[in-house]
């Protein structure tokens, strides 16, 4: 099991390399792949796991868009 993250409709998340990853890395780490898949789901709202290798970042969208503290 990886990170489970709920998501509403129309809501997103973005999965991107750690700052200052290596390319060679990053593509040894992607040739194992990345798993996600529906944990649960109700009318208007589903959990989602992802696997993925940790340098890959996985971060709900709102938070890119939000100004630092």
């Given amino acids: 099991m990886g990170l489970i993250i709920s998501r509403?409709?129309?809501?997103?998340?973005v999965l991107f390399p750690a700052p200052g990853l290596d390319p060679t890395d990053l593509a040894e780490q992607l040739a194992e792949g990345i798993t996600i898949r529906i944990n649960n789901a109700i009318p208007?709202?589903?959990?989602?796991?992802?696997?993925?290798?940790?340098d890959i970042n996985i971060?709900?969208?709102?938070?890119?868009?939000?100004?630092?503290?």
């Fill in 44 to 54: 208007g709202k589903a959990w989602i796991d992802i696997d993925a290798p940790r």
């Fill in 59 to 69: 971060l709900r969208t709102e938070l890119l868009t939000r100004e630092p503290s």
């Fill in 8 to 13: 509403r409709i129309g809501e997103e998340f």
